[in-house]
C-alpha cells in the first residue's frame, strides 16, 4: 500500500495532465438482531482506493474496494472528452440512478450514515437493483437558463443474478442481457449543491437460477439533494416493475420504494442524522423475495463526529421490517480518506 | 469650543480604538503572478472555479490554490466567498473529485509555499488579504473579491 501511495500520490504537471489518488479507509462494528447471530458483534474493515489520471482529452478513473468478506472492481473507465463538459466513457461505472449512488458509492467518508438506504444497497452485497454497470456512457452538461443541465445516457453488457445475489456478467453479450439507462439532472444554480434529477433504466438479467428463466426490470425515479444552510436533504423515489419467467409462466409486479435522508451540523464537529425508508407493493414481489435482505421499512437516526477534515466516527440505530417481523441494529463506525 | 470639539473627537477616536473589539476592515483580493495572463473574473466565477468547476466561459485556464496560511482569511473565504463551513468544503471537493476524476484544488498552509507555486505557474490563482498583495511586488491583484469590517 506504502508503495501505491508512492507511485501514485496527486501529482499535476505543467502541461495540464495530472493523477489523484483518494483512499478510503473503515472499520465498523454491528450489532443486529437479523442474521440468526443473535447482537453477537459484527466486524468489518474495508478499504476502497480510488485513482484518477487524465491527459490531453483522455481521462481513466479507477475503483477498487477491499473488504473483510470480498473484493470488488468498482470502476474502471476510460473517458474521451469530445468537447467541454461531454464525455464518452468505456468501462464499468456507477450506474446512474439516484444522487446516492454515483455521489457516495463506496466512498464511506462522504456519505455519512453508516449504512446505505436500502433501495440502492450495492449489487455485489444483498442489493437488488443493478448499481454498477459495463459498457458505453456518454455523460455531459449544458447551461440551461442560468443553471446546469446535467446527462448520462448508458448502454451496458448486463447484470447476471445468481445464488449470491447480482454481479457483472463475464463476457460481452448484448443478445442476451443489457442495461440501458438514462438520467437527467438540473442545478437551478450552477454554484449550487442542489440538484433535483429523473432517471430511468431497463435491464435483461442473465438468470443463474434455476427456478427463474428471465428476469426484466423496468426502473423509474426522482430524487434531490437540497442543501439550506446547515441541513442538507437527500432523497429518493423508486418505481420498480419485475417480470419473470418461468417455465413458460409470466408474471410481473410493481412496486415503489423511497427515502427521505436529513443531515444536519449540530455543531462545527457534530452532524446528527435521520432516514426513513418505506417500500409499497414490496412484500408479494417475487423478485425481492429472491433477497433475504432486503428492508421493507426502515428508520434510522445517527450521528457523526468529525475528529478532523479526515477522520470521523459515526454511531447509528435501526429500526428495520422485514418480510419476516422486525429487526433491531446499532453500529459504530470509523471513517476516513487520505490524502 | 473648538478645543472641546476636538477633545470630543478625539476622545471619540481613543475609545473607539480601545473598545472596538479589535474590529478592523479588510479587502479581501485574488492574486496571480504580475505575469499572468489572467483577467479579471466574476465573484461567481471565483466561486466556480473554487468548487472545482468551470468558470462560466467554460475554459479551465484558471488553477484556483487553496490558502490556510491564516485561518481567519481562510473562514473569511468560505464564509463571504464560497457559503459553506470548511468541513462541507473540503468534503465537497473530495466528492467532486471522487465523482467526476476532476483535478483536486490544492491547498497551502504555508504562505511561502503557495507564492512559490504562485511565482512558477502563471495559470494559477489564489486569495489573500489586499495588505499581503500589495506589497509583494511578484504578485498582480486582479480583484477585491470581499471587503469589511472582521473580528480579530
Sequence with gaps: MALLFVMAAPVAYANGDYRELLFFPSAHAEYSTHGGDGMAPRPGLAADVFFASSSNKFRILTEALAATDDVHLERAQIGFEFSPKQFLWLGRFHSPLDYWNTHYNHAGFLQGSVHRPNIIEYDGHGGTLPTHASGLLLAGERNLGGGILAYDLLLGNGTKLTEKGLGPVGKISLGETSNLFARASFRPDDTSLTQYGVFAGQTNFATQLASLDDVKQFIGGVYAYKVWLSLRITTAGFFLNNALTTGGTHSTSRLLAGYLHADYELTSQWTGYMRYEDTLGARDDGYLALFSDFALRRGVVGARFDINPHHAISLETAVIQMPGGMSHSAAIQWSAVYP | ?152
Excluded: C
Design chain 2, 1 to 152: 469650543m473648538k478645543r472641546r470639539a476636538l477633545l470630543f473627537t478625539g476622545l471619540l477616536l481613543l475609545m473607539n480604538t480601545s473598545f472596538g473589539g479589535g474590529s478592523n476592515h479588510r479587502q479581501l483580493v485574488l492574486v496571480a503572478t504580475a505575469r499572468a495572463p489572467i483577467a479579471a473574473m466574476s465573484n461567481s466565477d471565483v466561486r466556480r472555479i473554487y468548487l472545482g468547476l468551470r468558470d462560466s466561459t467554460g475554459s479551465q485556464r484558471s488553477v484556483p490554490l487553496g490558502n490556510r496560511s491564516d485561518p481567519l482569511l481562510y473562514e473569511v473565504f468560505l464564509q463571504k466567498v464560497i457559503f459553506m463551513s470548511a468541513r462541507n468544503y473540503e468534503r465537497q471537493i473530495i466528492s467532486h473529485v471522487y465523482q467526476t476524476g476532476n483535478q483536486r484544488i490544492v491547498m497551502y498552509d504555508s504562505k511561502g509555499d503557495l507564492l512559490q507555486h504562485l511565482a512558477n505557474d502563471p495559470d494559477s490563482v489564489s486569495y489573500m488579504w489586499a495588505t499581503d498583495g500589495k506589497v509583494d511586488s511578484n504578485l498582480r491583484i486582479l480583484q477585491v473579491i470581499w471587503e469589511g469590517n472582521v473580528e480579530e
